[in-house]
């Protein structure tokens, strides 16, 4: 059974590509996809530096490529160096953006309490969140995968509130997949997307829950992406190298359409 919910593929660009890069990379990818699939919705997440760029006519601008960021700080305004408000992101504009990521929650410590400080900003700012989760491969071996990451949901959505499931996506990404060549099957994939769907029918109701998006992430690349969007519970994909090359990217996206 196939989901009638519209598939999202989004790019994270991670930290790749100066501003010339950037601008390269997003004319190839409007060149390479003049028209999106119906029942398709893509986004590219450059780097901070790069969104302004990215986002302006040269750019996605003038084409259906919706733009979002790969980190955001909860608060408004003030000493927070380094960091960067929901209003400075709306202002480029940027519609989604990337929170929880396993790169940002392993190098730079970040919790589930700060993922749910951030979601909440973001939504209150009208910014869509792609909140990040998955399980290491220790947890996984131990058979601990799915109890861990509807923890990581059940932690990092707490008291967040939404009026309809566009308003919120999730990214399953098993941290021994990401950037490893190694792959969850498509039905690992169903096992935990289908947990995390049921897990949020808990928090926000059937209703809302069945409009959320919910993506796999993890070496996602044009070979194996139809196997997941197969899958009742797998809504599109949160792409990580594949999504730096124009060509690859454009692929997946028109898999997704298929």
Known sequence: MLSKRTRLIAGNWKMNNDLNEAKDLAQA??????????????????????????????????????????????EASGAYTGETSVAMLKSVPVEYCIIGHSERRDYFKETDEDENKKAKALIAGGIVPIFCCGESL???????????????????????????????????????????????????AQEVCGAIRATLVEIFGQEIADGIR?????????????????????????????????????????????
């Open 138 to 188: 220790e947890t996984r071996e131990a058979g601990e995968h799915v109890a861990f990451v509807t923890a990581q949901i059940k932690a990092g959505l707490e008291g967040v509130e939404i009026s309809s499931g566009d308003q919120l996506v999730i990214a399953y990404e098993p941290i021994w997949a990401i950037g490893t060549g190694k792959t969850a099957t498509a039905d690992d």
């Open 214 to 258: 919910v993506l796999y992430g993890g070496s996602a690349k044009p070979e194996n992406i139809a196997g997941f969007l197969e899958k009742e519970d797998v809504d599109g994909a949160l792409v990580g190298g594949a999504s730096l090359k124009a060509d690859s990217f454009a692929a997946m996206v028109e898999k997704a359409g298929e």
């Open 29 to 74: 990818l409007v060149a390479a996809l003049p028209e999106i699939p119906e029942g398709v919705e893509v986004c590219v997440c450059p780097p901070t530096v790069d969104l302004r760029v990215v986002s302006c006519k040269g750019g996605v601008k003038e084409s259906p490529i919706k733009l979002g960021a790969q980190n955001v700080y909860w």
